[in-house]
């Protein structure tokens, strides 16, 4: 059983900047395949952000946030990051850390077997 625990949501101005962590048990960590951010605004559906291999480092973000947003891994603390910049109004979300031990690496959550609680950013214009 995976545990995830997310981190670093916050309200800041828009132009602002939040870094998210999500740290995995130790014990599983070896197991995941794959880690993503997801997000969902009130009223909309959840929607994939980035994910990561922790193996290779490879990754991808959705188009509404590439170039803004960066998922990064640190192996030696079970921990994925998603450092946001040039945050805006809509990205205003509650955001969940997904781990996934299939070899499909993609932002879609059929692919993800565990989740954590989430955390809340909220953006003011």
């Avoid at 909309?44 to 998922?71: L, N, W």
Wanted: glycine share 10%.
């Amino acid at each position: 059983q995976v545990q995830l625990v997310e981190s670093g949501g916050g309200s800041v101005q828009a132009g602002g900047s939040l870094r998210l962590s999500c740290a995995a048990s130790e014990s599983t960590y070896s197991s995941i395949n794959c880690m993503a951010w997801f997000r969902q605004a009130p009223g909309k559906e959840r929607e994939g952000v980035a994910v990561i291999r922790p193996t290779s480092g490879s990754s991808y973000a959705a188009d509404s946030v590439k170039g803004r947003f960066t998922i990064s891994r640190d192996n030696a603390k079970n921990t994925v990051y998603l450092e946001m910049n040039s945050l805006k109004p809509e990205d205003t979300a509650m955001y969940y850390c997904a781990a996934g031990t299939t070899s499909v690496c993609v932002p879609q959550q059929r692919y993800f077997s565990y989740w954590g609680r989430g955390t809340q950013v909220t953006v003011s214009s």
